[in-house]
């Protein structure tokens, strides 16, 4: 299908892989280089991301850097079981058309005024039909709302996995050629297409349909150089002795048999709860106070306690061949 998108200059941070990944450090975002090819090549070939992995390790944080970045506004659709198109994409404001009919009413006389029959009378009510149903009683909703900015946006469409089939049904259209159709007035297409970034927890197979209009990107569990890099980032008071064995802890404690690995934002409040308790090291005492900030189940928890010593002992002894 042919697009009638209005061209606009490439924005400076999107010029280039590199510059992608500068523009997101800049916003407080540490990207893979994987990040910034996906960010890059979403802007220039018009393909929206989906990105997959497990809670917590930054994904929906991408959009909110990409957004801050770039200086686009950042239109969110949080999804869940129910979904429609009245919630993701417009909806007929009836209080609205209510009032209007009863300014109609009210003014019945006035309308049909000089007409004496019932063709005639018809007639010249015909022409307010449609205003019941134009673009000044629609009420835009995320996705609708992003396609009509004229200077660029973010839209982010999270955790698509919890919405239902029916709904992914809803979304290829506007993944596909940046339109929406509403029966009543028609086809609404985007000006300035959007940067699209959907994310997925994995709880539900997506469909092919879906997956075939997207781009892929996979963001797992950081590394311990990542990892570092990001804590430095976001909690930079952190002192470089107790930074280097809390990601050697962490990074063990991810390979124990837990359900529910701790993410990177749980290293961010575990960081973040280390320096408020004037940690300067860890110990086991503090390992296991904390413990329930790294994790957050239970029977993980229980798993784990058993293994602190051993892990805490590593832990320490990486940090002091770091150091």
Known sequence: MATNHTAVAVPAALASIEAVGDALRGAGYIPTRAVATSVYLAHHLRKPVLIEGPAGVGKTELAVSASRALNFELLRLQCYEGLDESKAIYEWQYGKQLLYTQVLKERIDVLLEGTSTLDGAMQRLDGFDDLFFSRRFLEPRPLLRALEQTAGSVL????????????????????????????????????????????????????????????????????????????????????????????????????????????????????????????????????????????????????????????????????????
Not at 178 to 203: D, H, K, M
Not at 233 to 241: L, Q
Not at 273 to 279: M, V
């Open 156 to 323: 982010l469409i999270d955790e698509v996995d919890k919405a239902e089939d029916s709904f992914e049904a809803l979304l290829l259209e506007v993944l596909s050629d940046y339109q929406v159709t509403v029966p009543e007035i028609g086809t609404i297409q985007a000006q300035v297409p959007p940067l699209v970034l959907l994310t997925s927890n994995n709880t539900r197979e997506l469909s092919d349909a879906l997956k075939r209009r997207c781009l892929h990107l996979h963001i797992g569990y950081p590394d311990a150089a990542l990892e570092r890099q990001v804590l430095h980032t976001r909690v930079p008071d952190i002192g470089a002795r107790l930074l280097a064995q809390m990601v050697a802890f962490v990074q063990s404690l991810r390979e124990q048999n837990l359900r529910k690995p701790p993410s990177m934002a749980e290293s961010v409040d575990w960081a973040r709860a280390l320096l408020l308790l004037h940690a300067a090291e860890l110990s086991e005492d503090l390992v296991r106070d904390t413990l329930a900030v790294l994790l957050k189940r239970e029977s993980d928890i229980d798993e784990a306690q058993p293994q602190l010593p051993k892990l805490l002992k590593d832990a320490l002894a990486v940090s002091t061949d770091t150091a």
